[in-house]
Structures are given as structure tokens and as C-alpha cells.
């Protein structure tokens, strides 16, 4: 009786490890854009942000995610803002497709996966006047950013039409 519960219990903590695996790995992957996983509602932080030039009624904004130790760099928020008074729709490649990022170098994974088949896929972003979007850019794994030191950092997109929009400029500390 003790060993089957201890083999019951021993196979339940199995399995919650490999679902604990399988969740962050999907996490990653929507963080990425590459899957569509059912979250509520998503509230974006406005606060304290810093605006690049308005273009179109759009305007960009980014900055670093927190860190969960102080070298491990985890990534930027980049938020799109619909600033005009109608509401905008576009289709744009997925997010980590859609924004370029200037000031860092992509990592030998990061130049691969840029040139996956993934980035031909394109998505509806729909932003009603005074709406906004948020896209988490994952750097740690697709830009270089071992060497210590002072990254500045800015975030661009074509819109439809060809328009550039630029972020404004932060800098990372490695």
C-alpha cells in the first residue's frame, strides 16, 4: 500500500515537472509570436514611459524588462501607441519580425532564426484611438551581449506604406 502510493505520488511529481517545462517553453514561444495562447487581457504599463517621434498618429516606446540577475539581460517591452483620434488596422509581420532592433548585433542563433520561415507569417493589429500594443523582444538569446558594457538601444518598424517609426533610445548595462 505505502509503495503504491509513493509510486502515485512520485509519478504526479513527474508529470507536474514536465508540464512546469512545457508551460515556460510555450510561454517562450508566445513571447516570441511564433504560437497564440489564450491569456485575459494584457494591461500595459504607461508609466514613466518615453515616446519616440509620432508618425502617422503612431508612436513607439521601449524599455529593458526587469532582470532576475543583474547581468542576464531579458529583454525589452516594446509598446505601440495609436495617438490619432481613428482607429488604425494593419497587417505586419509577427513582432519579433515586425520591430528591428539597432544597436546590437544578432547572435549566430539570432541570425538563424531570422531567416526562418517564421517571419513570412503576418498578423491583423487592430489599435483603436488611444489603444496600445506590447511586444516582449527577447535579447539575451538573439543578440550578442556577453561583453560588459553600455548597449544604447533603439527599436524601428515599416508601417504599411513604407513610413519609418522609431523608438526612443535607452541604454542597457551589461
Not at 503504491?4 to 509570436?33: D, Q
Not at 489564450?38 to 516606446?61: F, Q
Not at 487592430?126 to 561583453?147: M, N
Request: hydrophobic fraction near 40%; charge should be positive; aromatic fraction near 6%.
Amino acid at each position: 500500500m505505502v509503495t503504491k502510493i509513493l509510486t502515485a505520488r512520485l509519478i504526479m511529481v513527474k508529470t507536474l515537472s514536465l508540464l512546469s517545462k512545457f508551460t515556460s517553453f510555450h510561454n517562450f514561444m508566445a513571447n516570441l509570436g511564433l504560437v497564440i495562447r489564450d491569456d485575459p487581457p494584457k494591461v500595459i504599463d504607461m508609466t514613466g514611459r518615453v515616446w519616440g517621434e509620432p508618425v502617422d498618429g503612431l508612436v513607439l516606446s521601449i524599455r529593458e524588462l526587469p532582470r532576475e540577475e543583474e547581468r542576464q539581460v531579458a529583454g525589452i517591452s516594446v509598446v505601440m501607441k495609436n495617438e490619432g483620434s481613428e482607429a488604425k488596422t494593419m497587417r505586419v509581420p509577427q513582432g519579433i519580425f515586425f520591430y528591428k532592433v539597432e544597436g546590437l548585433e544578432l547572435s549566430p542563433y539570432g541570425r538563424q532564426f531570422m531567416n526562418s520561415q517564421q517571419k513570412n507569417k503576418t498578423l491583423e493589429v487592430k489599435l483603436g484611438a488611444g489603444e496600445a500594443t506590447d511586444t516582449d523582444l527577447p535579447l539575451d538569446t538573439l543578440y550578442s551581449l556577453r561583453a560588459a558594457g553600455n548597449y544604447k538601444v533603439r527599436v524601428s518598424c515599416e508601417l504599411p506604406g513604407g513610413a519609418l517609426l522609431l523608438s526612443n533610445e535607452i541604454t542597457i548595462r551589461v
